[in-house]
Structures are given as structure tokens and as C-alpha cells.
């Protein structure tokens, strides 16, 4: 069961994407701010990161940034989440060191889509 960190201040979100993964065997993580993400992605070694844009206390574009600039965390695969879907949303999430971008509100089977081909089809 592939461990997946969520970073995302919002907590109905957390709620709705939490128990749709949980469900598809998804072992779930959350934290609540860029600056926990970072520390949980070093912590938790998660297989995947989910990771809110719009972020309280460390923004997810740097929080992205930090985690690529690390060699611990360096080869988790980062898909940004945006409720913004203005052009250059996606392409300044991929400068910052994601893997992939994904706008909010989720559309799952694209979503899972995403983390399939991120994740090696590794289920």
C-alpha cells in the first residue's frame, strides 16, 4: 500500500481526498502546512506527495522547492494541487520542482491517472 503524503491546509479537502485514496488502499499522511510537509516527507519517506500550492507559514511552490533541493527527499514525486487554474499556474509548479499539476476541485480518475505513472504503476 503505496504511502501518500497530502499537504493541504483546507480540511474538507483533506476530508474528501482522504477517504477516496484510504478506500483505493492508499495509506494517507497529512499535514496542514509547507513547513510540516517538508518535515513529513523527510520523516515519513512517503512514496508520493500531494501537495497544495497555497499554503500557510512555507508556500507549496517552496516547499516543493525544498524538497527537491534535498537529496533525502529529492526522488519523491510532487503533484501540485490548485484551485487556480490560470495559465502559468502549472508551468511555474513544474519550475519549482513538481513532477506533474493537477487543479482543484480533483477529478480523481485523472488524479489517480497521474499517480499511477508517477508511482511506477506500483500498487
Known sequence: MPKILYVEDNEDNVYML???????????????????GVAAAERERPALILMDLSLPVLSG?????RLKAAESTRGIPIIALSA??????????LAAGCDDFETKPVDLPRLLEKMQRLLGGAR
Open 18 to 36: 482522504r477517504r477516496r485514496l484510504t478506500k483505493l488502499d492508499y495509506e494517507m499522511i497529512v499535514a496542514e502546512d509547507g513547513e510540516k
Open 61 to 65: 511552490w517552496d516547499a516543493a522547492r
Open 84 to 93: 487556480h487554474a490560470l495559465e502559468g499556474e502549472r508551468d511555474k509548479a
